[in-house]
């Protein structure tokens, strides 16, 4: 199970997914980190914990290091890149743009190869 993270300037939203399934479980949760027992009962709710998690972080290292020691593991954060998928970044110092735009950037990319192959 791997857990799914995009923690924003107001609200940090957790999902989930099994490995090898490409659909989310759609069993989100989103909360201010005020409110992080919140998110502790929803992981504590799951199945079983997860063995990994996958985020993005435009909300600073304080909420990364947060959610790390909530799940007693660190996260793997995406960041921005210069290319990814056929994707070019056009900022000049890449990692100025946001994670969250790069990553959704980055699904759209996959599933549109996905597309063009008739999967």
């Given at each position: 199970?791997?857990?799914?993270?995009?923690?924003?300037?107001?609200?940090?939203?957790?999902?989930?997914?099994?490995?090898?399934?490409?659909?989310?479980?759609?069993r989100s949760i989103?909360?201010?980190?005020?409110?992080?027992?919140?998110?502790?009962?929803?992981?504590?709710?799951?199945?079983?914990?997860?063995?990994?998690?996958?985020?993005?972080?435009?909300?600073?290292?304080?909420?990364?290091?947060?959610?790390?020691?909530?799940?007693?593991?660190?996260?793997?954060?995406?960041?921005?890149?210069?290319?990814?998928?056929?994707?070019?970044?056009?900022?000049?110092?890449?990692?100025?743009?946001?994670?969250?735009?790069?990553a959704a950037m980055?699904?759209?990319?996959?599933?549109?190869?996905?597309?063009?192959?008739?999967?």
């Amino acid at each position: 199970m791997i857990l799914l993270i995009d923690a924003g300037n107001t609200r940090i939203k957790l999902d989930w997914m099994e490995a090898g399934n490409e659909g989310r479980a759609g069993r989100s949760i989103a909360f201010a980190l005020a409110e992080i027992d919140a998110a502790r009962d929803w992981l504590d709710a799951l199945p079983r914990r997860p063995s990994r998690a996958l985020g993005v972080n435009v909300a600073g290292e304080a909420v990364a290091a947060e959610l790390d020691s909530l799940l007693g593991r660190p996260v793997r954060w995406v960041k921005a890149g210069a290319q990814g998928l056929g994707v070019l970044n056009g900022y000049r110092e890449p990692a100025q743009l946001g994670a969250d735009r790069w990553a959704a950037m980055l699904g759209l990319a996959w599933h549109e190869r996905r597309r063009r192959a008739g999967a």
